[in-house]
């Protein structure tokens, strides 16, 4: 009867144990297999998708502009935990941010808001001090890319910037955004008490997709030498700005293109709009005499003219529709003189030879009145009025660079076509798109736009505008010592209400090296120097120094021997 | 004798076959509590792998950042200037391009300059000799 008594409560036990073990096992089981959709476990995160880089023509060896991720710190003043105090957690966030500290803790007494950006940090390091819950808190991050520009204000009218909600707003970061934007990835998991990622319970991992990188023709060592240049011009001769363009005349490419005043990308609200404009393709302004050389090269495919062709300019003042134009100028000259002297009479002469509709449509073969096309926005078309609508005046105003309006894109495109026999290329500055896994995404082909004057015409032309940098001629001050140097100064009044200023001009020289077998063409353009205004004197020197790096750079060969002792290699002032 | 003998209980355990099939789920549970553990520490260290393998590829990117600022033209000048050096782009007169059989290429600056040079040496050698 015992023994039966003890059996029994073997048993019973082993039950319990068993009902015991059943439980757990269901629990388990529960807690395992089961769809636990009401508890919050969902684990998803968003992976930075990073912006493609923008590099020079120096392969990836300098990138101008770079995406880095980085932390946006903020702050939630109700969530700081008792316990804390609030005067050490500022402390340790003004030393991780490089803020002050009173500023932080002032934040902290703000109870308004429960989002208050602290600020944005790249370093790791600040993130962990940041995170340690055992010293900081009511301290969150987020991730997010910021745009960085590693050599600061160098190209940045070309760049553009990126704005706060990351997309491009000017320049290349504009034009090309929808290649240069990254797509974010995507994790979808479950997470631990802890709230850490359960990885054995992650559903979708999406990787981010960086985005293509573009690649310029524009150089940074080039535009290192134009940046310092524009920028000592314009100080010096306290302008309002100034721009300068470096083109490949073979291919169209832009190897250089700066405008002054400049800015910082990565502090791009720091300026007004008005800064952020790049000049030299958004500024629309009266050439000048620089045009004098797309009316002469017009005439001589007209066969109205040859360069010996003489044309009495008489005493320097010339009344015609009853307005008079002044010279500098008097007795007969030559064409070829005409355009060394600048003769403003000659080419006024030069233009009444043609019918409007020819000289018009000549004006438009060189691409002036329409954009040229190139990858940046806020391209000016110019002004050209259609010749029905010329004023009897008109004819012998455009030929010199006045009642027409022109960008200095246009301008040097159309001096890079003198330089290239009259073969007219549209000019671009993206070389190449690849895309993250090394795929060619777009390649840039030099482009014909046409050919507006014959070979034979713009070889002609081209000596003519080396006797302009020749002793005696306008811009004898944008001569580089070793080569040739063709070019046109251009000093044109600023057109204003009612007229011309008398006192604001824009000075500019255009030109190209070597003048025989030209490789590449400068346009320098300063509005409202002072207080010399002449662009033989303002920007013809910045030409020569420009020219001169650039030359170097390129290594062209020098195609003129020394003639003389001159013990200076550099261009002369 | 036979009551000193201590008295021996024998029990009755659990039939062999539902012992048979309690070792096995109780065997087959900790296979999976012992499999489960460790793909979760394995599926910890991919995580945390992956973690440090994006950290590095941050700071990658920012390191390349800062040494892409470090290599501007104008902070090279800078940093050369301060240890008293000046670098700039030869001039055309100190540069002498040769041809395919290594001969100066006639007619440069560099070359007319050295030519214009010796002669003159030349000269006054022959005028100090006479």
Redesign the interface.
Known sequence: MQERGEEMRIWLIAALLFLALCGLAAKLAYLHLGNHSKVKREYTRELLGLRGRIFDCNSDQFPMAVSLPARQFFLDPQAVKKGYDVRSISKIVAEALNLDENDVLAKFHQTDSRYIKLGISTSDQAFSVLSDLKRVSGVGAEELPIRSYPQGRRMSHVLGFVNNLGVGGAGVEQTFNRYLKGTPGLITSEMDAGRIEIWSRRKVHVPPIPGSDVYLTLDHNIQYEVEQTLKDVVEKFQAVRGWVIVQRVKTGAILAMASYPDFEPEHYTEESGDIWRNNALAVVYEPGSIMKSVTVASALNEHLVTPNTMIDVGEGTWFYAGKPLHDHVTGCISVSTALKKSSNIACAKIGLMFKPQRLESYLRAFNFGDQLGIELPGEEKGILARSKDWSKLTPTRVPIGQGIAVTGLQMINAYSTLANDGVMMRPYLVEKIVSPSGELVFRAQPEVLGRPVRPEVARAVREMLIGVTEEGGTGKRATVAGYSVGGKTGTAQKAVPGGYSSTDYYASFVGFVPAHEPVFSVLVSVERPRPQHTGGFVSAPAFAKIAAATARYLEVPPDQPVEQDDDSGDAQP | MRRNRKKQ????F?PVPAAGV?VL??SV?LSY?FM?SK??QL??E??KCEQKYA?LE??R??E??RW??K????KLERAMLQHGLLMT???????V?MDENGRP?A???AV??FQRNRNAGERVAKSVQQ
Do not use: F, H, M
């Open positions: 209980v024998r029990v009755k659990l309690i789920i109780v549970a509590w489960d793909s979760g599926g910890q991919i995580r950290a941050n700071e990117v920012r390349e950042a892409n600022e290599k501007t033209p104008e782009y030869p001039t055309p007169e100190q540069v391009r290429i007619g440069q600056i007319v300059k």
